[in-house]
Every structure is written in C-alpha cells, then in structure tokens.
C-alpha cells in the first residue's frame, strides 16, 4: 500500500512539474552573434533568427535620394565606430527605397569598416517585446541597428509606449551599443484621422495629440523620402540595367520604363525594380552578381 502510494505521489510530482514547464514556455535561445549579419527577432523563445542572404540591393543601385543616403551613412559610420549617433526616422512616399536604404547602408559600411555592426529586425507586431531584446543586446557586447520597417499605430493601439521607453525613456535608457532606425510612410506614425479624433474628443486636445507625436520626436533624425522625377526613374532604370549587364539599347529600355511606370500609376523605387525584374525575365538573364 505504502508503495502504490509513493508511486502515486511521484506520478502527480511529475505531472504538476510538466504542466509548470508547459505553463513557463520554451527556454530561451542560445543566439550566436557569428551566424550572419543580419537577424530577426523572434520574441516567443527570444531568440535571434539568422539571415544568411540578407534581402538588400547594392549602395550604388540606390538613386534619387542621395542627399538622405547621406545623412544615414555618415550617422551610421559614426555609430558603428563608437561615437554617438541618432535614432533615425525615415518617412515618406512609398517605394522609395527606404528599407532598402538602411540595409544597404548597413552592409556598405559593416564591408568598408570591417567592424562587427549587426542588424536585427523587430516586426511590427513585436514592438511590446522590445525591452526583452532590449536586456540581450545590451548584456551582447555587439554594436546594433534595431530596424523596424513600415512602423505605424492605429487607433487604440499602445505599443507605441513600449517604443518611446525604448528610444529614450525609462531609468536606464537607449543601451550605448543599440541605435533605432524604423521606416514608416507616416511623418508622426499615426494616421492623421486618429491624431485629429485624439484633438476633437479630448479635455484638452493639445496634449492628447502631444501624447503620440512625441513618439516620432523621440528620433533624432527625420529623413524625409518624395516621389521621384521622371529623370531620377530613369536613372534608376539605367543603374540597375548597367549593373546587370541587361543589354537592352537605352531607347527602348527608357520607353519601356515610362510605359511601365504609367500601367502602375506613378514612379518610385519599387517600380523601376519591378521593371527591371519582369525585363531580365523576359531576356532569360539572372539578376545577380554572385
């Protein structure tokens, strides 16, 4: 009797002890810093997902925005070597290469330095676990670009706070070796229905827009990106069409480019990349240097 009781008491022990392992989750990931470059955050086992072939066009292939390219490499240099740098907010027409800005920036200066600069991902949706990520960056020892792309927040939504307390607020504050960069199409990351609801519904309208807007005063840098001119389009066009050895006479390519842009309603990055891509199909022609 005594026996089958014990075994009864050790079978329940184990039982409770699986439930509270079930209950606690996944430990967290063992991250190796010398897996790749680039990462993804990935919040439910805290781990840093690997990007071994990063999704990113050259430096060079980036047209029309020079003057903002720039500005992001010279604070992104400046980082990377241990000085102090800015958080950068860069906004504006879509398709203008802003994402794929920062991730040309990176690789151009990580490759020209040799330093170790990482750069880690946060999906939109995973902005209220930043403070995890934030405590295995800092304890890391590694200098990183926190991307954030296409960042917004609707109506109701507070992860924005958990943002502003990780940019610069909080008791510790930004760690030294992290700088932000996010992408949005919205100057102030809130549509401008909500800000105008916030002014018209509250007790003192002022500060409940104050409130929200303070989130993109937070980044020390506003990078503004506008559509782009028909000559910019085409020197977009004939950068990706000399780099990839497409062949195509410039006549053509041009008219075929303008003709493109018109069946897409308008010009930008993304567009002449789109091009670009359907011409090396249609010419059987690779678009790579590898």
Not at 128 to 147: C, M, Y
Not at 188 to 209: C, D, F, G, K, W
């Amino acid at each position: 009797m005594s026996e089958d009781f014990n075994t009864l008491i050790l079978a329940e022990v184990r039982r409770l002890a699986d439930a509270l392992e079930r209950l606690a989750g996944p430990p967290p990931a063992v991250n190796d810093w010398n897996a790749a470059d680039c990462f993804v955050w990935v919040p439910a086992n805290q781990r840093l997902q690997p990007v071994p072939r990063p999704n990113r066009v050259a430096l060079t292939l980036i047209r029309g925005v020079d003057h903002v390219r720039d500005i992001l490499h010279e604070n992104t240099l400046r980082f990377a070597e241990g000085f102090a740098a800015n958080n950068v907010l860069l906004w504006g027409a879509r398709g203008m290469g802003k994402s794929s800005l920062v991730k040309a920036v990176h690789e151009d200066v990580r490759a020209a330095t040799g330093i170790s600069l990482k750069l880690v991902e946060v999906h939109r949706e995973d902005i209220a676990s930043l403070p995890a990520l934030l405590d295995i960056l800092k304890a890391s020892g590694q200098r990183v670009i926190v991307f954030c792309d296409d960042l917004s927040f609707d109506h109701d939504d507070t992860a924005y706070k958990s943002l502003k307390a990780a940019l610069d607020g909080g008791i510790e504050g930004r760690p030294d070796n992290v700088l932000f960069y996010a992408t949005s199409n919205r100057r102030h990351l809130l549509p401008r229905h909500m800000m105008e609801n916030e002014q018209s519904t509250a007790i003192n309208p002022s500060e409940a827009v104050e409130e929200k807007v303070s989130l993109s005063d937070r980044f020390g840098l506003w990078l503004g990106f506008h559509k782009c001119s028909q000559d910019d389009y085409l020197t977009m066009i004939d950068g990706y069409a000399e780099y990839f050895e497409l062949g195509l006479d410039q006549e053509t390519l041009h008219h075929e480019a303008l003709e493109w842009a018109t069946t897409r309603g308008g010009r930008s990055g993304r567009v002449a990349w789109q091009y670009i891509q359907d011409l090396a199909g249609r010419l059987r022609k690779p678009l790579s240097r590898d």
